[in-house]
């Protein structure tokens, strides 16, 4: 029995890291891949592909990424779903606790190290 894929939704604005962050999700296993460039294209394609994992970066144009995921966790389909918010304009930890939004996630400073990544995913989906 063959086991399912993992559907990954990678946002950023920024093409050339969504670009990275796909290579290192690629690089650590066999996942099925979507990306939004902004936080209403997130919350538009989650609706309709329904991620294991969102991996998002915060600051975006149009709605925030801690905006959209609000949104998102609202609906008792998401409520569950694992984020991993990553930055490099927010930088505090605390302001990171202060502000995500209900349910499993993560945060990251960016530019990340791959075993940082690694690492949540592995959390996220076991080894």
Not at 43 to 56: E, N, Q, S, V, W
Request: hydrophobic fraction near 45%.
């Amino acid at each position: 029995m063959e086991k399912e894929k993992k559907l990954i939704l990678i946002a950023d604005d920024e093409p050339y890291v969504r670009e990275a962050i796909r290579a290192m999700v690629e690089e650590l296993g066999d996942f099925d891949i979507v990306e939004a460039e902004d936080g209403r294209s997130l919350i538009d394609i989650a609706k309709r592909i329904r991620p294991d994992l969102i991996i998002t970066d915060i600051v975006m144009p149009d709605i925030d990424a801690y905006h959209a995921i609000r949104e998102l966790k609202a609906d008792k389909n998401f409520r569950d779903t694992p984020v991993i918010f990553q930055s490099a304009m927010v930088k505090d930890k605390i302001v990171f606790e202060t502000l995500k939004p209900p349910g499993p996630s993560a945060f990251l400073v960016k530019p990340f190290k791959f075993d940082e990544l690694k690492e949540i995913l592995s959390g996220f989906f076991g080894s």
